[in-house]
Structure formats: C-alpha cells, structure tokens
C-alpha cells in the first residue's frame, strides 16, 4: 500500500470527498491543505490586514497554531471548521496562496503533520511540491458545470442563498486564479494518474481507486 496518496484537481472535482472516504475506508489520516489556506485567509482577514502584503500575511501564517483532528480544523485552539468552509473563505484562501514563502510556511506544516502516518492529502500541489515523493498520485477532475453543479448543491444545502450561474463564474475564475499563479500553479503531477468524474457517482471513482491502492 502507499504511504502517501496525493489528490489534485480544480476546485469542486470531489477531492475532498473522495481523501474522507479513503480516509475512512483504508486508514488513512487525511490532511486538507486547502483548510489550512482557508484558516491563514480567515486569520489574515480578522487581523485586517491587506491579504496581498505577503510580508505580513507570512507573518500570521507562522504565528498560527493550526491543528486538523480528524476532519475539524483548529486555528489557536479555536474550531473554525464551519467558518472557512464558506465561499468567502476560498476566496481569502486564494488570495494568500499566492504568495511564495506563504505556501513554503504550509508544506512545512503538512510535512510535520505527516510524519510517520498513512496520509492521503487533497490540494492544488499536493504531488508536484507537497510531496513529490508519493507513491500514489490521482488528478481528479471534472467539467466545469459538473463541478459548479456539485458545489451548488452543496452550498444550497448549508443553506446559503447563491446562483447556479454565479457558483459557475466562480468556479471558472478559481480554476483561472489556479492554474495561472507565479508559483505552484495546478497542473497534473509527473506520474499521476488522471481520474474525470463527470457523471460518476462516488462508489465508481471509488472503485477505480481502490484498484490503485490494493493492485
Ligand atoms: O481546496 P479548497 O477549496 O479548500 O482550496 C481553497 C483555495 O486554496 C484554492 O482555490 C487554492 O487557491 C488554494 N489552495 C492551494 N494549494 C493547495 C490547496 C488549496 O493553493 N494545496
């Protein structure tokens, strides 16, 4: 078995979805590194600080105590999973992953956090610059409106009032921001294997990844 599974894809491809469920079904700690984005964002945000200052955005980033138990977030022992689940919070998130030595403070936190364990690790660099090293590397994407359908839903179901259109010209601008940032932009990792879920259900990408794990 790998000791290190990496899923990257645009936003709303079900990365998080499926590391829960492999997580779950094959004892994996599973690390979200875009929580921990999200919890500099937020962090940044309440300090009002400008979110492009890289200098002082670092400065939070390495102050922050940021723990993950299981699938909650802690930042400075506060639970704030709610709250940077949000679409506001991957707004925020994208803006302060941007900066170089911001994504340099977080790899080095993932590292740490995955010392010694079993990880599956959903992200945008997971197997290009969090650990290239990884025995498994999945790029899981879908089309554009199957993703912003998904994460419509998923959004009514929290109950926030939005668009269908609206979660697809973001879900279009995210991917833009992504795939043209100077440093880590997504791109599919050497050596991964690219898995499309459009119109798959769960248990069929699942399927094809356990194939992968137990060969
Ligand atoms: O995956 P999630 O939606 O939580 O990510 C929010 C944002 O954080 C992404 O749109 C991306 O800009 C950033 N991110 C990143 N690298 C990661 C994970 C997230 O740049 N490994």
Known sequence: NPRIITI???????????????????????????AIYRAIGFASKEMGIDLNNEIEVLEIAKKLKIELKGSRVFVNGKDVTEEIRTPEGGVLASQVAQHREVREVVVKILRNLA??????????????????EAQLKIYLTASPEERAKRRYRELVEKGFKVSYEQVLKEVVE????DKSRKFAPLTVPKGAVIIDSTGKSLEQVLNEVKKLIDP
């Open 8 to 34: 990257d894809g645009p936003a709303g491809a079900g990365k998080s979805t499926l590391a829960k469920e492999i997580s779950k079904r094959f004892g994996y700690t599973h690390l979200d590194s875009g």
């Open 115 to 132: 010392q010694g364990k079993k990880v599956v690790i959903d992200g945008r660099d997971a197997g290009t610059y969090i650990f290239p």
């Open 174 to 177: 995210r991917d833009k921001k």
